[in-house]
């Protein structure tokens, strides 16, 4: 694999920087459109996200079409240095065309149509729907596709939802046909022989509704993966003429980060480059570290979208959102660690929504670079100004990646099954914080992590942890078999290996599918416990870990038997107490760990460490890290770039030994002890260390 990609488009060799920016709003100012060119200057913006929502200004009647403002807006770019981000305006369809084809309107799950308004109110099957928004492409495909501004095209906005109509009902059933070939099979794979529903025709089918059938959970996770599949298949509808007539050009979808409505890692093959939109709420009652944690997790998942191509940081904000339950601003120093902090997870850019606030509706008060003031003398303009200037020196980090010896499985199949079983307390299910607690160790330690799914190829990586892995797909046993019998070491959890891919459970006892082997253990029962509960689990005297004393357990706690995996740790009460918490199975040249309980953060990092530690995983930095600080790296191959970041309010001081770095914002050399302010961050270059 690569070190470094080519940039996002050969037309800028440099980092990105800029947001959505909407001059359709400002048609009747054009003034105002002068002094956005000024303001994006001093604030070192590049690139801007046009068209986003601009249907009925670039289309205002079927088929009569004005792109002069557009034109005007493309030609003021480039003739500033900057790029245009293209947007296709999809995201929300003009009124006329509601009018005139109802068909369009997405139908809710209780069969209601719904009105015109919002946006993402369409039906994505109807044929209607696909040809004008191909018509509409193809006319910016044809207008802009050799302007020197056309950077990226930036396909709809946000794809969310569903529609339940019965142009959807009939693509659905010809969905199932494909993948099932007869009834039999699907009412085998969905277990419909359960309260007699059994389908005899085709037509029987429907979509999942409340009103309806939504208890068969064959059928609900068949529906989530005909969803997604539907809006690739729009998106690449919706993609065929820019292909056609601007093949060089690449193409992105905003992605919204854990969104669950939609399997990003399926959707991601269909882009050219990745790109998500980043909301976090800074500054609340549990403190930025545990935060900071989470939305790592996720430029990590984007990272790895792509196999570790650099992502786009599409939408972030640089003061307060709108719709936040507490409207806090980001303290000083925050904003650039925050955008700084994509940047260090793989990100080749930083983006805003949005550039100038809206005068009116539902956004006029979500936070942007320029504010109803209207100048640059603001103290969030000066912030993103900052960032400005800082991305201009981090042009030899464009196209760097990561490439880290340890992978957290966050699948969104499995997760489905998760959320749509009638099995665990609702409030114990907790799939994706799991996986975030699993990632957070190493996080803290400074060790650069893979977040991966199911379908990835294990084989490059160390340690591969796959917390609450329930649903086994395809071929996923036989890899982490593979994995462990080649050398590899393997963390799996309490509810792990519980059903296939159509949500069956495996009898014979679990875990099935052949982990049972390569655990050592068969999972008898699950203990669920009420929020107040607890357990412990008790180290073993001269446990493999080196690990003593005991630790809180709470939720959930798995009565498992040992088959020949060694016992690291018992539970310390109740009727299982003395029985495995924890085992570890020696399989082929690697090892298998089996972590039977909801255990306690303190456990988590103590395992973790020593798995660092047993491995030789060699954090970004060697020296340990004060809490709410971490390091991250993106590298070359010949250059290793450091990112440490301060994510607690106080100043924190990092003892880098002998190492030798070039401070990149300050341009100057740093050895021995890097001090770090509140929110403060240093990006430091080093030679790239020997492997």
Same mark, same amino acid.
């Given at each position: 694999?690569?070190?470094?990609?080519?940039?996002?488009?050969?037309?800028?060799?440099?980092?990105?920087?800029?947001?959505?920016?909407?001059?359709?709003?400002?048609?009747?100012?054009?003034?105002?459109?002068?002094?956005?060119?000024?303001?994006?200057?001093?604030?070192?913006?590049?690139?801007?996200?046009?068209?986003?929502?601009?249907?009925?200004?670039?289309?205002?009647?079927?088929?009569?079409?004005?792109?002069?403002?557009?034109?005007?807006?493309?030609?003021? #770019? !480039?003739?500033?240095?900057?790029?245009?981000?293209?947007?296709?305006?999809?995201? *929300?369809?003009?009124?006329?065309?509601?009018?005139?084809?109802?068909?369009? #309107?997405?139908?809710?799950?209780?069969?209601?149509?719904?009105?015109?308004?919002?946006?993402?109110?369409?039906?994505?099957?109807?044929?209607?729907?696909?040809?004008?928004?191909?018509?509409?492409?193809?006319?910016?495909?044809?207008?802009?596709?050799?302007?020197?501004?056309?950077?990226?095209?930036?396909?709809?906005?946000?794809?969310?939802?569903?529609?339940?109509?019965?142009?959807?009902?009939?693509?659905?059933?010809?969905?199932?046909?494909?993948?099932?070939?007869?009834? &039999?099979?699907?009412?085998?794979?969905?277990?419909?022989?359960?309260?007699?529903?059994?389908?005899?025709?085709?037509?029987?089918?429907?979509?999942?509704?409340?009103?309806?059938?939504?208890?068969?959970?064959?059928?609900?996770?068949?529906?989530?993966?005909?969803?997604?599949?539907?809006?690739?298949?729009?998106?690449?509808?919706?993609?065929?003429?820019?292909?056609?007539?601007?093949?060089?050009?690449?193409?992105?979808?905003?992605?919204?980060?854990?969104?669950?409505?939609?399997?990003?890692?399926?959707?991601? =093959?269909?882009?050219?480059? *990745?790109?998500?939109?980043?909301?976090?709420?800074?500054?609340?009652?549990?403190?930025?570290?545990?935060?900071? !944690?989470?939305?790592?997790?996720?430029?990590?998942?984007?990272?790895? %979208?792509?196999?570790?191509?650099?992502?786009?940081?599409?939408?972030?904000?640089?003061?307060?959102?709108?719709?936040?339950?507490?409207?806090?601003?980001?303290?000083?120093?925050?904003?650039?660690?925050?955008?700084?902090?994509?940047?260090?997870?793989?990100?080749?850019?930083?983006?805003?929504?949005?550039?100038?606030?809206?005068?009116?509706?539902?956004?006029?008060?979500?936070?942007?670079?320029?504010?109803?003031?209207?100048?640059?003398?603001?103290?969030?303009?000066?912030?993103?100004?900052?960032?400005?200037?800082?991305?201009?020196?981090?042009?030899?980090?464009?196209?760097?990646?990561?490439?880290?010896?340890?992978?957290?499985?966050?699948?969104?199949?499995?997760?489905?099954?998760?959320?749509?079983?009638?099995? %665990?307390?609702?409030?114990?299910?907790?799939?994706?914080?799991?996986?975030?607690?699993?990632?957070?160790?190493?996080?803290?330690?400074?060790?650069?992590?893979?977040?991966? &799914?199911?379908?990835?190829?294990?084989?490059?990586?160390?340690?591969?942890?796959?917390?609450?892995?329930?649903?086994?797909?395809?071929?996923?046993?036989?890899?982490?078999?593979?994995?462990?019998?080649?050398?590899?070491?393997?963390?799996?959890?309490?509810?792990?290996?519980?059903?296939?891919?159509? &949500?069956?459970?495996? %009898?014979?006892?679990?875990?099935?599918?052949?982990?049972?082997?390569?655990?050592?253990?068969?999972?008898?029962?699950?203990?669920?416990?009420?929020?107040?509960?607890?357990?412990?689990?008790?180290?073993?005297?001269?446990?493999? %870990?080196?690990?003593?004393?005991?630790?809180?357990?709470?939720?959930?706690?798995? #009565?498992?038997?040992?088959?020949?995996?060694?016992?690291?740790?018992?539970?310390?009460?109740?009727?299982?107490?003395?029985?495995? !918490?924890?085992?570890?199975? *020696?399989?082929?040249?690697?090892?298998?760990?089996?972590?039977?309980?909801?255990?306690?953060?303190?456990? #988590? !990092?103590?395992?973790?460490?020593?798995?660092?530690?047993?491995?030789?995983?060699?954090?970004?930095?060697? *020296?340990?890290?004060?809490?709410?600080?971490?390091?991250?790296?993106?590298?070359?191959?010949?250059?290793?770039?450091?990112?440490?970041?301060?994510?607690?309010?106080?100043?924190?001081?990092? &003892?880098?030994?002998?190492?030798?770095?070039?401070?990149?914002?300050?341009?100057?050399?740093? =050895?021995?002890?890097?001090?770090?302010?509140?929110?403060?961050?240093?990006?430091?270059?080093?030679?790239?260390?020997?492997?």
């Amino acid at each position: 694999m690569t070190n470094r990609y080519p940039p996002i488009n050969p037309k800028c060799t440099s980092m990105l920087h800029g947001g959505d920016y909407n001059p359709d709003q400002w048609i009747k100012t054009p003034e105002i459109w002068d002094e956005d060119m000024r303001l994006m200057k001093l604030a070192g913006c590049n690139a801007m996200s046009v068209g986003i929502f601009s249907w009925t200004a670039l289309e205002p009647q079927e088929g009569k079409f004005e792109f002069g403002w557009l034109d005007t807006i493309m030609d003021k #770019l !480039a003739e500033n240095s900057a790029f245009a981000v293209l947007a296709t305006p999809s995201g *929300a369809r003009p009124a006329w065309l509601s009018r005139k084809y109802p068909e369009v #309107l997405r139908v809710r799950p209780d069969r209601g149509r719904n009105l015109h308004g919002h946006r993402h109110n369409h039906c994505l099957t109807s044929p209607v729907y696909r040809e004008k928004t191909a018509i509409i492409n193809r006319k910016l495909a044809e207008r802009y596709k050799d302007h020197p501004a056309l950077l990226v095209w930036h396909i709809s906005n946000e794809y969310n939802g569903e529609c339940h109509c019965e142009l959807c009902r009939a693509a659905f059933v010809n969905w199932l046909q494909r993948k099932y070939g007869d009834l &039999d099979a699907l009412n085998q794979a969905w277990w419909a022989a359960f309260w007699s529903h059994t389908c005899t025709d085709w037509s029987q089918i429907e979509s999942p509704s409340e009103i309806g059938e939504h208890c068969v959970h064959g059928l609900t996770l068949d529906w989530k993966r005909f969803v997604t599949d539907q809006t690739i298949d729009f998106f690449r509808s919706e993609i065929a003429p820019l292909r056609e007539l601007t093949p060089d050009v690449p193409v992105t979808a905003n992605f919204m980060g854990l969104y669950p409505g939609l399997d990003y890692w399926k959707f991601a =093959k269909a882009v050219d480059v *990745a790109s998500w939109d980043n909301y976090p709420s800074w500054h609340g009652p549990d403190g930025d570290t545990p935060l900071a !944690a989470s939305i790592s997790f996720v430029h990590d998942i984007n990272r790895c %979208l792509k196999n570790g191509k650099p992502f786009m940081l599409m939408e972030s904000v640089p003061s307060t959102t709108n719709w936040m339950e507490v409207a806090k601003r980001k303290r000083p120093g925050m904003h650039l660690l925050s955008s700084m902090q994509a940047v260090a997870h793989g990100s080749d850019t930083v983006q805003y929504f949005q550039w100038r606030k809206s005068r009116g509706s539902s956004e006029k008060f979500h936070g942007a670079v320029v504010d109803h003031v209207g100048h640059e003398n603001t103290r969030v303009f000066r912030d993103v100004a900052g960032v400005g200037e800082a991305l201009k020196k981090l042009d030899a980090i464009v196209g760097t990646t990561v490439r880290p010896d340890v992978a957290v499985i966050c699948d969104w199949e499995n997760r489905w099954a998760i959320d749509g079983m009638q099995g %665990l307390g609702r409030h114990v299910r907790k799939y994706v914080e799991t996986c975030i607690a699993h990632y957070r160790p190493f996080w803290s330690k400074g060790v650069p992590v893979d977040v991966i &799914d199911e379908t990835f190829d294990f084989s490059s990586y160390k340690l591969l942890i796959a917390p609450m892995l329930y649903m086994l797909r395809p071929g996923v046993a036989e890899r982490s078999r593979s994995f462990v019998a080649e050398g590899g070491t393997f963390v799996t959890t309490y509810w792990s290996g519980i059903v296939d891919e159509n &949500d069956l459970c495996f %009898l014979g006892g679990w875990p099935g599918d052949g982990l049972r082997e390569v655990l050592g253990i068969w999972d008898e029962e699950l203990d669920g416990l009420y929020p107040d509960d607890r357990n412990r689990i008790v180290m073993t005297e001269d446990n493999a %870990l080196g690990l003593a004393g005991e630790y809180d357990v709470r939720e959930l706690c798995g #009565l498992i038997h040992s088959e020949g995996a060694d016992i690291l740790a018992t539970y310390g009460d109740d009727f299982y107490a003395g029985r495995p !918490a924890l085992t570890v199975n *020696a399989f082929g040249r690697g090892k298998a760990y089996y972590v039977a309980s909801r255990n306690s953060d303190e456990f #988590l !990092a103590d395992l973790c460490g020593r798995l660092i530690a047993d491995l030789d995983i060699r954090p970004v930095i060697e *020296a340990p890290l004060p809490v709410g600080v971490t390091a991250q790296m993106r590298s070359d191959g010949v250059d290793e770039f450091v990112f440490l970041m301060n994510f607690t309010a106080g100043e924190q001081k990092i &003892d880098a030994g002998g190492e030798s770095f070039i401070d990149m914002l300050a341009v100057e050399p740093v =050895k021995g002890d890097i001090r770090l302010e509140g929110y403060g961050l240093k990006i430091l270059r080093r030679p790239a260390r020997a492997t």
